[in-house]
């Protein structure tokens, strides 16, 4: 009897990765770069499990051809899933496997570091002592902005937002909140108080967001509501790069509508190298990194090697995205 078959995207920690190859037929992109659309579909003819990640489309073709033939489940080392066609898959009974709740500590870390970056105007004069510039001392050069007392708006209150309410009251900030459905589970955060969007954006000295990618989050950031905010606040966003008009944020920023921006993530990624925010000193870009630390990644791997084993196995997935599909089973 044939081996079942795996199709993996992208390459990850081999000691972990080991423990599939040594049960499984397993096909591997071998390159740093995200595989062709093309190479995805092609393999998944005759795959029983797919491991993917963010940057691959796994749209309804896939699916279907997938499913047309063997494949049983499909398993992304991410937390989010908007590259797969989840209500295709819903629709079919196929398991889509995620990895949840492990970057909250993480990604919240991350987002408080953009936040200090840029307030203190880090990479902005670490790049000048790089160019050999080092601005005499004067009482106005290089001035930022304090944190400590200042107001934080958190646009999205899940895992993530609370994480950063918390960090937020060691530095004695006040904390704006906002969701569309405002739950009263989330008056345990007691530094923390629910707004409407336009309250936050005119009271917030920093605005981060934390919510899910959706219909009502894109472009939640555009024209009207970088006007809200104020002339000294920043815009930080490690959530999804959709969710901000970036045509916007260049106007924004060009015209000093507000004093800079953080983003971990885009739309499209990568960035264009020739898009005008790239060349403004007050706006920081990273690499959609804010998950990137060796324990994290680790164990995300980890939690998406027990997805795809479950799925290969006819069992429910220990972290699905589309539960769902068991109600009826």
């Not at 045509?247 to 983003?263: F, Q, R, T």
């Not at 980890?302 to 769902?324: Q, S, W």
Request: one cysteine or more; hydrophobic letters at 45%.
């Amino acid at each position: 009897m044939s081996r079942q078959k795996i199709l993996v995207t992208r390459s990850f920690f081999q000691d972990i990765l080991t423990g599939l190859t040594d049960q499984f037929d397993t096909v591997i992109w071998p390159e740093k770069e995200p595989p062709p659309y093309r190479w995805v579909l092609n393999n998944i003819m005759d795959a029983d499990g797919l491991i993917t990640t963010l940057a691959d489309k796994i749209d309804e073709q896939i699916i279907t051809t997938g499913l047309q033939h063997k494949l049983q489940v499909i398993s992304q080392i991410a937390v989010g899933f908007d590259n797969i066609a989840v209500n295709t898959a819903t629709a079919h009974k196929l398991p889509i496997g995620h990895t949840p709740g492990v970057l909250t500590e993480t990604t919240a870390d991350f987002a408080w570091a953009l936040i200090m970056a840029s307030a203190r105007r880090i990479v902005e004069t670490h790049n000048e002592v790089q160019r050999h510039i080092w601005r005499a001392w004067g009482p106005e050069v290089l001035c930022g902005m304090d944190i400590y007392g200042a107001t934080l708006g958190l646009i999205g209150f899940g895992r993530i937002g609370k994480a950063m309410a918390r960090r937020a009251a060691g530095f004695n900030m006040k904390v704006l909140y906002y969701e569309p459905t405002r739950k009263p589970e989330n008056e345990i955060i007691k530094n923390a108080q629910y707004a409407t969007l336009e309250e936050l954006l005119r009271g917030s000295d920093f605005v981060s967001l934390h919510a899910y990618l959706s219909p009502a989050t894109t472009r939640i950031i555009g024209y009207k509501q970088l006007d809200l905010m104020k002339k000294t606040a920043f815009l930080i966003n490690t959530a999804r790069g959709a969710m901000i008009d970036h045509d916007a944020l260049v106007n924004a920023v060009e015209n000093h509508k507000i004093a800079g921006a953080a983003l971990d993530v885009f739309g499209p990624e990568p960035i264009p190298q020739d898009h005008p925010l790239l060349k403004m000193s007050n706006v920081i870009i990273t690499p959609h990194i804010a998950s990137s630390t060796t324990v994290t990644r680790r164990r995300m791997a980890a939690m998406t090697v027990e997805n795809i084993l479950a799925g290969l196995d006819g069992k429910r997935l220990p972290y699905c995205a589309n539960p769902e599909i068991y109600n009826e089973m």
